[in-house]
């Protein structure tokens, strides 16, 4: 059976093609993604796959050796027709995949799980899909997850896809001026404004302007012949400017620059100016030869563009920060002790920088960054991670590498509240006298939002029953924090967190 067209395929086919993500080399971020999904999910099969017009393409593979199958051998193509995730439980049982080849031979599937990767307009582009060797069910909040890590998907394509726009827009916009430079270079009369000034008598006054000159500014010609070009300057022209053009006569050198001109009606203008030493062939100054163009509308077109890159940049921002908390509910599904520790942390975590009288902006960044501490603890086996007991020597080597995985999972992040988790979730475990781990870090050499983590997990741990102890009171987690002052923890931070009203953190 072959699953039918959805009713926007031709729109679908040119948005799909528009991401420019078929047939691309491997990318860490997608397979990380595949990675992530077949460990939560605990099965040997975990693809982005993407339904082309006469195939699906698989951006990453996890568990499965081909890169693209025929699409009417797809299960993706039936999922891609709804946009809530397709569940097949027993593919041996559904009337759709029965004697499919996939099924019966090579790679076994038995039961499968396809989110749909839905664009912001609403175009099924394919699926996150999960698949194992044998029958199984799942539930509300698993396949809530999925179609969450599907969305991190699409968020990685958007991503792509607004890295591409940006190169693109930059290549315009030097292209552009490059265009306009050679344009400034080939003087003409018809198009430039050229004038002509005598070095040697006072205030160099203008001996020749071209017709280009002015139809530029709106004078005439006993307007100008005889003045300095400085009658040109009004309000808004950069003093600054003025010193560097005259210093730059002075010293008989080329001066190049924007400034702020003013036509005879009072009307302002940006003039591109390029002004140049004439020498004769003794080295003798003859003149200075001023070449203008009008290039107001050029300098809006490139104001216009870096408020786009800026806007641009935002918008990246923001979808990674989406990622992040798509990141802190995946740690949550996976132990709810850890999801409610990371929130107490991290409100502890803000109080004690706001004591340290750290800025508005660097606490909200910490408020943000902080759920991800642990969020390395997603790798961590369920047999260590949700142990009802004291871990061995051996587990605990295990349960430290989260610490690593977590700053792993961050790297390379662009936006300032990804880079602060990276710090965090490396560093929250290294010790102030440097007997911590994974580096063994001492004093100032631990990022500053690591050491003030460090002391809101561990009053946190110790407040709040574990496996394998009890509960403190208040007062004595208190006094523990006090006691590591200068040993385990930054002492600045410490005396912080003895200001606040301890009973309210727990």
């Given at each position: 059976m072959t699953a039918p067209l959805p009713i926007n395929e031709a729109e679908r086919l040119q948005t799909l093609r528009s991401y420019h993500i078929l047939d691309t080399p491997p990318e860490v971020a997608f397979e990380r993604i595949t990675s992530l999904a077949a460990r939560l999910f605990d099965v040997p099969i975990a693809l982005v796959s993407l339904v082309d017009a006469d195939r699906q393409w698989f951006k990453a593979c996890f568990g499965l050796d081909e890169y693209q199958t025929d699409r009417k051998l797809s299960f993706c193509a039936y999922a891609i027709l709804s946009d809530e995730v397709m569940v097949v439980e027993d593919a041996t049982l559904d009337s759709r995949f029965v004697g499919h080849p996939s099924v019966t031979g090579y790679p076994y599937v038995r039961s499968y799980a396809g989110a749909p990767l839905k664009t912001p307009?609403?175009?099924?582009?394919?699926?996150?899909?999960?698949?194992?060797?044998?029958?199984?069910?799942?539930?509300p909040d698993q396949l809530a997850l999925l179609s969450d890590m599907a969305g991190m998907v699409i968020d990685e394509l958007?991503?792509?896809?607004?890295?591409?726009?940006?190169?693109?827009?930059?290549?315009?916009?030097?292209?552009?001026?490059?265009?306009?430079?050679?344009?400034?270079?080939?003087?003409?009369?018809?198009?430039?404004?050229?004038?002509?000034?005598?070095?040697?008598?006072?205030?160099?006054p203008i001996v020749f302007a071209n017709s280009g000159f002015y139809n530029m500014t709106g004078y005439?010609?006993?307007?100008?012949?005889?003045?300095?070009?400085?009658f040109l300057k009004g309000a808004g022209t950069d003093s600054g400017t003025i010193e560097q053009i005259r210093v730059a006569m002075n010293e008989r050198r080329t001066f190049s620059g924007v400034v702020c001109n003013y036509r005879k009606d009072g009307t302002p203008f940006l003039n591109e100016l390029i002004i140049n030493p004439v020498f004769d062939v003794a080295g003798h100054l003859l003149s200075f030869v001023a070449v203008q163009n009008d290039v107001t509308e050029r300098e809006q077109a490139k104001q216009l563009l870096e408020e786009r890159v800026r806007e641009r940049t935002l918008e990246l921002s923001q979808s990674q920060v989406e990622i992040l908390e798509r990141l802190v509910r995946a740690s949550e599904f996976r132990d709810d002790d850890t999801g409610q520790h990371t929130h107490r942390v991290a409100h502890m975590a803000a109080l004690i920088a706001e004591a340290m009288g750290l800025t508005a902006e660097h606490v909200a960044l910490i408020r943000q960054a902080a759920p991800l501490h642990d969020v390395g603890k997603i790798a961590i086996s369920d047999l260590v991670l949700l142990k009802p007991g004291k871990l061995t020597e051996k587990e605990f080597a295990i349960m430290k590498k989260h610490a690593v995985i977590g700053a792993a999972l961050l790297c390379e992040g662009q936006s300032e509240a990804v880079q602060m988790?990276?710090?965090?979730?490396?560093?929250?475990?290294?010790?102030?006298?440097?007997?911590g781990y994974p580096l063994q870090l001492s004093g100032e050499q631990i990022p500053l939002e690591g050491r003030i983590l460090a002391v809101a997990d561990v009053f946190d741990a110790l407040t709040h029953e574990r496996p394998y102890k009890a509960a403190w009171s208040v007062p004595d987690a208190v006094a523990e924090i006090a006691r590591q002052s200068g040993h385990q923890f930054d002492p600045c931070v410490v005396e912080a967190f003895l200001t606040l009203n301890h009973e309210e953190l727990v």
């Open positions: 307009h609403g175009q099924n582009l394919g699926t996150l899909c999960i698949i194992d060797t044998k029958s199984r069910q799942f539930k958007e991503l792509r896809r607004v890295a591409r726009d940006l190169r693109e827009s930059e290549a315009a916009l030097r292209e552009s001026l490059r265009k306009n430079s050679q344009l400034t270079v080939a003087i003409t009369n018809l198009t430039s404004g050229v004038t002509i000034s005598d070095p040697h008598l006072p205030n160099h005439d010609p006993k307007e100008v012949i005889g003045r300095n070009w400085n988790a990276e710090r965090m979730a490396g560093s929250h475990h290294e010790r102030w006298n440097g007997t």
